[in-house]
């Protein structure tokens, strides 16, 4: 939403942290952080902290408004997300355990073995390790994720080299990086940057985060221009991201 005049009153700032801002609004505190963007836009993470990026010269009265205007949006995510978070336990990486792959189910097999390895069959993964701790099986698992996730992950980027050359997209190359509040990010140069954490979703959610993260390569903000290209590639797009902030990871 854009403001057709500038207030000259300063934000109502409660305090700065780092880079970052934390502005008193209707729903409680919340993180605002300025850049070159065109628009409002508003998360609601899993813990239940809202972030607000705005255009750099975003007056105080276009924010709170469109804070107001979403008020009772950011409420239901907020107890959406407090639900979630009831009902999930830490993760355990002992027999029996379960943690999910590309969306699905599976359960832990502990084996004592000669050697280290994981496999994932019928339905299980089998963890083989000379020493069958629990910290070793969860270094083993996470591992074999990471792996999975580049080669997953490269597969699917693959896949969009040559709509990328009919749309005028640098073709992606692929880093990891772990992210505590984000699935992914995008740079200049075409690389793209994704969560280790992203296997764990259903595949049609990890298209989504891929396709979204190359478009923000071409179109940084969330402006016109992207929707429009994201509507036409990935036309069931918010259908994807509401299942990929539901899904049980």
């Known amino acids: 939403m854009r403001s057709s005049r500038q207030s000259s009153v300063p934000l109502a700032i409660a305090r700065t942290m780092s880079d970052a801002e934390v502005l008193e609004t209707v729903v409680g505190p919340i993180r605002l952080r300025r850049s070159n963007r065109g628009t409002l836009a508003i998360s609601v993470h899993p813990n239940g902290s809202v972030e607000l990026v705005v ?11 469109k804070v107001a205007k979403r008020a009772a949006w950011i409420r239901k995510q907020r107890q959406s997300f407090a639900g979630m978070n009831a009902k999930r336990t830490p993760r355990r990486y002992v027999s029996g355990a379960t943690h999910r792959y590309l969306g699905r189910q599976y359960r832990i097999k502990v084996l004592k073995g000669p050697y280290a390895g994981v496999k994932l069959a019928g339905g299980y993964f089998h ?19 990471r792996e999975r996730g580049v080669e997953q992950f490269n597969r699917r980027l693959a896949r969009w080299r040559a709509r990328c050359v009919g749309h005028c997209l640098p073709e992606p190359r692929l880093t ?12 200049k140069d075409g690389r793209i ?9 259903p595949s ?11 478009f923000h390569v071409k179109h940084p903000n969330h402006g016109l221009a992207f929707f429009r290209l994201l509507h036409q590639l990935v036309p069931d797009w918010r259908n994807v991201k509401t299942r990929l902030e539901h899904a049980e990871l």
């Open 176 to 187: 990891l990086r772990s992210m505590q509040k984000r699935w992914g990010s995008a740079h």
């Open 204 to 214: 049609v959610c990890v298209d989504y985060v891929i396709a979204h993260q190359m």
């Open 55 to 65: 255009p750099m010269l975003a007056a105080s009265d276009a924010i709170q408004a």
């Open 193 to 201: 940057s994704l969560n280790p954490e992203l296997i764990c979703a």
């Open 127 to 145: 963890v083989i390790a000379p020493k069958t701790s629990e910290a070793e099986v969860e270094a083993l698992l996470v591992d074999w994720m």
